[in-house]
């Protein structure tokens, strides 16, 4: 069965203090690593996939890394409106049935205070 | 563009009513999402449309009732939910269900449903 955990739980940021979230994964066999970012009472908004280790990603502030067993979320110089709920899923290569489905991290509630 | 629509945004209903929920995209997406989501959780599969068949039942209780009518649309039918089922509900597609570089599932903004 495939797991995802994801830490810390929750971090709290000075605005311009870099960090980083960090999911690490099992799953049988990896077809694709997402990363969402979720705002209160919205949809998950989706940042990133990568599929192979050592594979890298990046987008304004932030910096997708992935490797056999984590995938790390850089965050440069937050600024406080990268405060959100990030997300990390797995898609899993455990056959037909497992086609499509998702297995979600808890998530990492990051909040930046200017 | 990557948008996923769905209505209405809000839905409040009692426990003996029938509404639907709805959900569109117009990416030529072949797969189509329904989650659930209760607060501070994840969200939680529920049914995955491939071609606009069924292909997984997350073991969804008979009173959720989906409806893929074409490749741009997808339904979800309510009837006699519990207050437990008050939630956030979201809608996704992706390209394909396999397929490298096609699996990334895109989310629309959700609704959120109560139940009295």
């Known amino acids: 069965e495939d797991q995802v955990t994801q830490s810390p739980e929750a971090l709290r940021l000075q605005e311009g203090e870099s960090s980083s979230l960090n999911c690490s994964y099992t799953v049988s066999g990896l077809r694709g690593l997402f990363w969402y970012r979720q705002d209160p009472g919205k949809g998950p908004e989706f940042l990133f996939t990568?599929?192979?280790a050592g594979e890298e990603k990046e987008k304004e502030r932030l910096k997708a890394t992935l490797t056999k067993k984590e995938s790390f979320l850089h965050i440069t110089a937050p600024k406080p409106e990268d405060s959100a709920t990030y997300l990390c899923?797995?898609?899993?290569?455990?056959?037909?049935?497992?086609?499509?489905?998702?297995?979600f991290g808890q998530g990492t509630i990051l909040t930046v205070h200017p | 563009d990557t948008e996923v629509t769905q209505t209405p945004k809000h839905l409040v209903m009692g426990m003996t009513n029938k509404k639907s929920l709805k959900c569109e995209q117009h990416m030529g997406h072949r797969a189509m999402y329904w989650y659930k989501q209760k607060a501070k959780k994840p969200p939680e599969l529920m049914f995955v449309y491939s071609y606009e068949k069924l292909s997984i039942n997350e073991s969804v209780p008979s009173r959720f009732s989906p409806e893929c009518p074409n490749s741009s649309l997808l339904n979800l039918h309510l009837h006699a939910l519990q207050p437990e089922d008050s939630a956030l509900y979201l809608c996704?597609?992706?390209?394909?269900?396999?397929?490298?570089?096609?699996?990334?599932?895109?989310f629309g903004p959700g609704t959120r449903l109560l139940v009295l």
């Open positions: 899923a797995v898609q899993g290569n455990a056959g037909g049935t497992s086609y499509g489905k998702l297995t």
């Open positions: 996704a597609s992706s390209q394909d269900i396999a397929g490298a570089g096609q699996e990334t599932q895109y």
């Open positions: 990568l599929y192979s």
